[in-house]
């Protein structure tokens, strides 16, 4: 059983990060594509930040590399836990970065000079999903 739930805990790890990325990032893309009807001169900056919410599947995925050849026999319930936290934190994270890219793209396209301070609304919700990595590491 408990190399069950620590397998488990694996996959909610790689599987969570990546759903929030996958979410994050069409959030902005879809708000990207309006954008472009109103102003397609901006085009790189909201494929800037429609590309931001994909990170949290990359430390997913680093978390999930990390963790290869450990014990799940051992420390099941554990790395169930702390696997969950981790897809969680970057499952939200994913979204809610996403929609404020989406905000920002929005404003970008209305003649609002808000890239800058968009990518540094967007990286509130990223230091969450950073620590969340950081500490499956240190497991």
């Known amino acids: 059983m408990e190399q069950i739930l620590g397998y488990l805990g ?16 069409t959030i902005a893309g879809n708000a990207a594509e ?18 931001l919410p994909a990170t949290q599947g990359l430390y997913g995925f680093v978390a999930f590399l990390m963790w290869m050849g450990k014990d799940f026999a051992a420390n099941g319930a554990l790395y169930f836990g702390v696997g969950l936290a981790v ?23 209305a003649g609002h000079d808000v890239q800058t301070n968009t990518m ?7 230091f969450y999903a950073i620590l969340a990595l950081v500490g499956a590491l240190m497991v």
């Open 87 to 109: 897809g969680l934190v970057c499952l939200f994270s994913g979204i809610r970065q996403g929609q404020v890219c989406a905000n920002g793209i929005a404003n970008i396209a």
């Open 10 to 25: 694996w996959g909610l790890m790689l599987g969570l990060a990546g759903i929030g990325s996958s979410f994050g990032t």
């Open 34 to 51: 309006g954008a472009l009807k109103k102003n397609k001169e901006k085009s790189s900056s909201y494929m800037i930040l429609s590309a």
């Open 120 to 126: 540094i609304y967007a990286a509130l919700p990223e």
